[in-house]
């Protein structure tokens, strides 16, 4: 019997729905086009929920009890963040097998703490820093595992906008599954941010030290365009992540010899991004049968590492 899936706040620009496009890119449409599961959506917006579900054939909620939650073995939260909190301690609370966030987890330090008081060691949230669980990602992964013996990584920068904690958070999250280490914002320095778009999140310039890494954060306020890469620098060696993450380029001067790199285009990834969601659903589906473990507490962890930097820096 399909896994009864839930999506709260489907109209949310991002969770809704396009059936004329061929990505699968939105937590809805994943979910109607897993055959482990069966859909049914809701919105503040009622009229919003009528249509996606009649657009995907699917039941929809208005009343969102503790008795309608109940009902279901997946809940997906794509609520505004001021909202994940009442909505995680309501889940947990009723026993819903496994729900996934959008991130961040929270918006508050406070909040944080509630949610460590609160979650048990059988809770299964999986928080959508979407790129850790996308095959280019681990393949890139894998491969930074050998480069590294050959030629360690140093220099990391991230390039980014709408938000400190909003999207720079992606950029650490992939990091620290990347390189596979517990890299701390602990004795990061700001030199500039501006909030620019969220009244509560600054989009901030930062440096960090942090286990042998030296990561630059470029916040980019106020620009007309999506921005999101990452640079990674090793002695004879550049990867970079481009449009999103949906390019992954290599650059080598080969054996060293040379000063002048050349593209490996042979080990480029493409369309690295282009049906993100599905893998999300995919490994929350390995999540509730016992396969693989939630990112949950490294998400908090991100999420709380943000927030303490973020509290440090102040509206004029």
Not at 59 to 71: C, E, G, K, N, V
Not at 98 to 117: F, G, R
Not at 219 to 224: D, N, Q
Request: charged residues 25%; negative net charge.
């Amino acid at each position: 019997m399909p896994y009864r899936a839930l999506v709260i706040g489907c109209g949310k620009i991002g969770a809704g729905y396009d059936l004329h496009d061929d990505r699968i890119a939105t937590h809805a449409k994943a979910f109607h086009l897993s055959k482990d599961c069966s859909l049914t959506v809701a919105d503040v917006d009622s009229d919003r929920a009528r249509e996606i579900a009649t657009a995907y054939g699917v039941p929809f909620l208005i009343d969102l009890s503790d008795i309608a939650l109940r009902q279901f073995d997946i809940v997906s939260l794509c609520v505004p963040t001021h909202l994940h909190y009442e909505f995680l301690s309501r889940t947990v609370r009723l026993g819903v097998p496994l729900v996934i966030c959008e991130k961040p987890v929270v918006a508050s330090l406070e909040e944080i703490q509630m949610l460590k008081n609160l979650v048990k060691p059988e809770t299964k949230i999986l928080v959508n820093y979407m790129r850790r669980f996308l095959p280019a990602f681990s393949l890139l992964k894998n491969r930074l595992e050998s480069l590294r013996k050959v030629g360690p990584v140093r220099q990391i920068v991230v390039r980014y906008q709408r938000g400190f904690l909003n999207n720079g958070s992606h950029g650490w999250d992939l990091l620290r599954f990347l390189l596979d280490s517990p890299l701390t914002l602990s004795q990061a320095l700001v030199v500039g941010y501006d909030f620019d778009v969220f009244e509560d999140d600054p989009t901030a310039t930062a440096f960090v030290e942090t286990l042998g890494y030296a990561i630059s954060f470029i916040g980019l306020p106020r620009v007309g365009y999506d921005m999101f890469e990452i640079d990674l620098y090793a002695a004879n060696r550049i990867i970079q992540i481009k449009n999103g993450g949906d390019r992954i380029l290599y650059f080598s001067s080969g054996d060293g010899s040379s000063r002048a790199l050349q593209e490996e285009t042979e080990l480029a990834q493409t369309d690295a991004m282009k049906d993100y969601m599905k893998p999300v659903v995919d490994n929350a589906i390995d999540c509730l049968e016992g396969r693989t473990e939630t990112n949950f507490l490294s998400a908090l962890e991100v999420n709380e590492q943000f927030l303490n930097l973020i509290s440090t820096m102040k509206r004029d």
